[in-house]
């Protein structure tokens, strides 16, 4: 089968490999479709960042790994004590927490302190076929076009965030109008939001309309000029948490979802108006991933309009090698 791989030190291509077979507790899925994130992009452009170098301590993988956590695909196969549907359309969580260290103990299985995760530590979305733990697949709507049935992770991670806050009737600043930051938007309605600004260098009519109306507006330039009580930065580029700390009033918080390089913060200017800054990292299975499928399924995220490119296999290093196309890319393995 075929399969975007990145070989860390060396490049990313499109391998041949064999096709995987399911183990115990384990789904083989014919991928429908798998999003390119913006950390592909930048594990790619700036990595190795997540995918090891070395054997990791529980998947035993290293380089070369293949990409894509963001995944939907067509159950096909089962192993031993898997009761998936043959021929279901899921979503499967990426992530394997090992159940054994302080923070898997503590509920906190999404900050493992030794995770697993497809498309880093263990064999992604972006082939032909993937194995994943059919104990934490979610169902799919077979009538979701490929970019929303792959993207009931981008959406956990924006529930994930919110639940870090209490928005319920409150306005919502949010800085990047990309995938990450369109689900932050959508999710801070279904949380009860009073209004939402979105702080974006795209052009403000196409966001607004893209929302429905149902947002503002404004260039990173007027960021202070907001003075949201909840900032939340989804879009992980280079000024864009000075630009949510701008955005914050006096005792605001700032919830910071995106990657991030070193970046010089004015903790003077933190002290003095006390804000608080919040990471928040992937997202929980049954409260942020299970909630994410079943608010898509009913049409309470996914409202607003998308816009998504579709790439075959062969078309993916070079996407996320040299291409400036900031529409959210889908990969259609098998076509």
């Known amino acids: 089968m075929k399969a975007v791989r990145w070989h860390a030190r060396d490049d990313v291509r499109v391998d041949e490999v064999p096709v995987p077979e399911p183990g115990p507790h384990q789904a083989r899925l014919r991928v429908s479709a798998a999003g390119i994130c913006g950390t592909d992009v930048d594990e790619v452009r700036h990595g190795p960042i997540t995918v090891p170098v070395s054997r990791h301590p529980r998947s035993g993988r290293m380089a070369p790994i293949t990409l894509g956590h963001e995944i939907a695909g067509v ?15 899921v979503a499967p969580w990426p992530l394997q927490p090992c159940g054994q260290c302080n923070s898997c103990v503590a509920g906190f299985t999404h900050r493992c302190e030794q995770m697993v995760s497809l498309g880093m530590s263990a064999d992604g979305g972006m082939a032909e076929y993937v194995i994943v733990d ?3 697949c979610v169902s799919g709507d077979p009538a979701l076009r490929p970019g929303l ?6 959406y956990a991670v924006a529930l994930h965030g919110l639940h870090k806050v209490d928005v319920t009737g409150r306005d919502v600043a949010v800085v990047g109008a990309g995938s990450i930051g369109r689900s932050v938007v959508e999710a801070a309605y279904l949380a009860g939001a009073h209004a939402v600004t979105v702080v974006t260098r795209a052009d403000a009519d196409s966001v607004t309309r893209d929302f429905r109306g149902r947002v503002s507006v404004v260039p990173p330039a007027d960021a202070p000029a907001v003075r949201s009580k909840i900032v939340v930065e989804a879009s992980g580029l280079d000024g864009s948490l000075p630009t ?3 955005a914050a009033e006096r005792g605001g918080v700032i919830v910071v979802l995106g990657a991030h390089a070193t970046i010089s913060v004015d903790f003077q200017d933190v002290l003095v108006r006390e804000l608080i800054i919040r990471g928040s990292v992937s997202h929980c299975y049954e409260r942020d991933f299970m909630a994410a499928a ?3 399924g009913t049409g309470e995220l996914g409202w607003s309009e998308r816009q998504f490119r579709h790439l075959t296999i062969e078309e993916v290093p070079d996407a996320l090698l040299v291409d400036g196309d900031r529409t959210k890319a889908i990969v259609l393995p098998n076509g």
């Open 244 to 246: 949510a700390l701008a």
């Open 294 to 296: 079943t608010a898509l």
């Open 134 to 136: 059919a104990r934490h």
């Open 75 to 89: 159950v096909e196969a089962l192993g031993d004590g898997s009761d998936l549907a043959l021929g279901a359309l």
């Open 149 to 154: 049935a792959a993207a009931v992770e981008p």
